[in-house]
């Protein structure tokens, strides 16, 4: 089990990295992936946003969002994360 000060230390960076392992999203670029708050889905967090500053809900979860393909398309997928 990892420490509290571990936990601490985790952003969005780590968080794209443990998604990419995923096997539905092996086949993306996480560079691509972006996150947002779902009361905001238009500004993009910061990939050092620390997962602990972030105050997420049901109601209010974490959007990451990525495209569905390398071309220059406006199609995106949305995956709504919360604790």
């Known amino acids: 089990m990892r420490q509290q000060s571990e936990l601490n230390q985790i952003d969005l960076v780590d968080i794209s990295s443990g998604l ?3 096997e539905s999203l092996r086949n993306t670029n996480s560079d691509s992936f972006e996150f947002f708050r779902y009361s905001d889905c238009i500004t993009p967090l910061s990939p050092d946003t620390l997962i602990n500053t972030l105050n997420t809900t049901i109601i209010n979860p974490l959007v990451m969002r ?3 393909s390398n071309d220059e398309s406006k199609d995106f997928l949305s995956i709504l994360l919360h604790s």
Do not use: I, Q, T, W
């Open 66 to 68: 990525y495209p569905l």
């Open 20 to 22: 990419h392992k995923k």
